[in-house]
């Protein structure tokens, strides 16, 4: 990607970021969230080779709800398991790419799963599983593990259990953006008050 560091693209990249830990925290918590939000969310994994930030993530609107969290909750965020997945997802990436071996893998389980669309809608059980898979075998063997916390029985269901992991997934993703555009956890702290007003434009933007 070209001209990638930019204010509007660390925005878009950490608005992915905060739409997946916001997303498994919904799903830890209450074991559903909106279906338009995850079928977005999660369709950010099968954008291979995308020649901007905007087209990995499939523009501004799906990650409006994203867009809407760092305006709103990264100064004064209401759950603290939200900021920690945050953090969480952005440490991965980072490991992630440290090691191209991990990250090859990755790209080949989404290819698998990609394949699976042909055949499932992209929040089919099949699918949530085979994404699933790709993270524990992958992201979930780098440390520390990211804990997820919620209602124990949502947490138990095995198809709970996956469209978590599978939203952890993409959050690396966005994570990975997120470090291609100059984005660092020293980002959070002292470009905060930037981002929550960038993100505050292109909310206006979506209209």
Same mark, same amino acid.
């Given at each position: 990607?070209?001209?990638?560091?930019?204010?509007?693209? *660390?925005?878009? &990249?950490?608005?992915?970021?905060?739409?997946?830990?916001?997303?498994?925290?919904? =799903?830890?918590?209450?074991?559903?969230?909106?279906?338009?939000?995850?079928?977005?969310?999660? @369709?950010?994994?099968?954008?291979?080779?995308?020649?901007? =930030?905007?087209?990995?993530?499939? @523009?501004? &609107?799906?990650?409006?709800?994203?867009? /809407?969290?760092?305006?709103?909750?990264?100064?004064?965020? /209401?759950?603290?398991?939200?900021? $920690?997945? =945050?953090?969480?997802?952005?440490?991965?990436?980072?490991?992630?790419?440290?090691?191209?071996?991990?990250? /090859?893998?990755? %790209?080949?389980?989404?290819?698998?799963?990609? /394949? $699976?669309?042909?055949?499932?809608?992209?929040?089919?059980?099949?699918?949530? !599983?085979?994404?699933?898979?790709?993270?524990?075998?992958?992201?979930?063997?780098?440390?520390? *593990?990211?804990? =997820? %916390?919620?209602?124990?029985?949502?947490? &138990?269901?095995?198809?709970?259990?996956?469209?978590? #992991?599978?939203?952890?997934? !993409?959050?690396?993703?966005?994570?990975?953006?997120?470090?291609?555009?100059? @984005?660092? #956890?020293?980002?959070?702290?002292?470009? #905060? *008050?930037?981002?929550?007003?960038? !993100? *505050?434009?292109?909310?206006?933007?979506?209209?």
């Amino acid at each position: 990607m070209n001209n990638i560091r930019t204010a509007r693209n *660390r925005t878009m &990249a950490l608005a992915g970021i905060a739409q997946a830990s916001w997303l498994v925290r919904d =799903v830890a918590n209450n074991g559903r969230a909106p279906a338009d939000d995850l079928e977005a969310t999660l @369709g950010w994994l099968f954008t291979f080779d995308a020649d901007s =930030v905007s087209e990995a993530l499939g @523009g501004l &609107a799906p990650v409006r709800l994203g867009l /809407e969290l760092v305006r709103d909750q990264l100064n004064r965020p /209401e759950d603290p398991n939200f900021t $920690r997945y =945050v953090i969480s997802l952005i440490h991965h990436a980072n490991t992630l790419l440290k090691r191209p071996d991990l990250l /090859e893998q990755v %790209r080949i389980g989404l290819e698998a799963n990609k /394949e $699976r669309l042909n055949h499932f809608p992209i929040l089919h059980p099949n699918l949530l !599983a085979g994404l699933a898979d790709t993270y524990s075998n992958t992201i979930s063997t780098l440390k520390p *593990r990211i804990m =997820v %916390r919620g209602d124990p029985n949502h947490l &138990a269901d095995p198809k709970m259990a996956s469209k978590v #992991r599978a939203l952890l997934l !993409a959050g690396v993703r966005a994570g990975v953006l997120w470090q291609q555009c100059g @984005g660092n #956890r020293l980002s959070l702290l002292i470009s #905060r *008050r930037s981002l929550m007003d960038n !993100a *505050r434009a292109l909310v206006s933007e979506i209209g």
